[in-house]
């Protein structure tokens, strides 16, 4: 299956087609997460090529990826943002 973007589908960033599971996720479990591949794969249940091919396509589209990367780090920060600010009192 190859890589698609679908601005419909995980806000636009690479996935395995026919999945929700995105490069970058892939490249999280597999390469930060230091998991084995075929477990990444089973994890996800999608085969080992899927896996490679994900990884191929993180590593031959760097500055697409550091993008993707960025754009999650500034949806993290507002989440741990909005986590810390208090809702407003109810009078």
Do not use: F, W
């Amino acid at each position: 299956m190859p890589i698609v973007r679908e601005e419909s589908v995980l806000d636009g960033d690479p996935r395995i087609d026919g999945t929700r599971i995105g490069v970058h996720h892939v490249y999280e479990l597999a390469i930060d997460g230091d998991h084995a591949l075929a477990d990444v794969a089973d994890q996800l249940d999608c085969s080992l090529g899927e896996i490679h091919e994900a990884l191929a396509y993180y590593y031959n589209h760097p500055d697409e990826m550091r993008e993707v990367e960025r754009e999650h780090a500034k949806t993290q920060e507002l989440l741990a943002r909005r986590a810390l600010t208090p809702p407003e009192s109810i009078e």
